[in-house]
């Protein structure tokens, strides 16, 4: 079965707060592909990263940051001295193999709300 | 450029009309998607096009009928749907549906409303 599970529904912090987000995935496949995508009010998903099944190096885009653990299925995002305009949600998604690459397993959401 | 465009951004229809919503991108993709998205919920998925042709259905109900005419138009067709239908309709491409690499690009949707 593939499922990614969000268990954080909304998280509510100060700005310039730093911020963890949890992504715990599974699936029986050794090749897979991780997202995540951020979805302000606005509607429109956002992709942010992708990271394959074979690349457990942890990545930083300027405040942005993701650590991949394969020994404990996550895939967890830290946003770094957050801001108002990172308030959306956030999703955690798994592309496996066995859908051809096609299917897109989405999580739940995490709402994160930012304030001044 | 990664831009997918949608339109319309809004639609309110009633039970008995027929609408299409659109779907437009120009980055030489040969995968497209439907999504359908629930306030508070994920996306999910409905229909996938991959080199002009249908690839996955998704189960959806015949009210719902994908037509992709060209690899950059990607076009819903609506008719005799439900209220509970209401939701955001999102389109994605990707640059070829089963290559591992694929990423799915979002468009910025249509926020359906069916009364």
């Known amino acids: 079965a593939q499922k990614v599970t969000q268990a954080q529904t909304e998280i509510s912090v100060v700005e310039k707060e730093d911020v963890t987000l949890d992504c715990v995935y599974e699936t029986r496949d050794t090749t897979y592909y991780l997202f995540w995508y951020k979805q302000p009010p606005s509607g429109e998903l956002v992709f942010l990263i992708r990271r394959n099944s074979f690349d457990e190096q942890n990545e930083i885009s300027g405040r942005y940051s993701w650590n991949f653990q394969k020994s404990t299925s996550s895939f967890n995002f830290t946003i770094t001295a957050s801001q108002v305009v990172d308030s959306a949600v956030y999703f955690c998604a798994l592309l496996p193999v066995n859908t051809g690459f096609q299917k897109l397993v989405f999580g739940t959401g995490t709402r994160l709300l930012v304030s001044p | 450029d990664t831009e997918v465009t949608q339109t319309p951004k809004h639609l309110v229809m009633g039970m008995t009309n027929k609408k299409s919503l659109k779907c437009e991108q120009h980055m030489g993709h040969r995968a497209m998607y439907w999504y359908k998205q629930k306030a508070k919920k994920p996306p999910e998925l409905m229909f996938v096009y991959s080199y002009e042709k249908l690839s996955i259905n998704e189960s959806v109900p015949s009210r719902f009928s994908p037509e992709c005419p060209n690899s950059s138009l990607l076009n819903l067709h609506l008719h005799a749907l439900q209220p509970e239908d209401s939701a955001l309709y999102l389109c994605?491409?990707?640059?070829?549906?089963?290559?591992?690499?694929?990423?799915?690009?979002f468009g910025p949707g249509t926020r359906l409303t069916v009364l």
């Open positions: 994605a491409s990707s640059q070829g549906a089963g290559v591992s690499t694929d990423t799915q690009y």
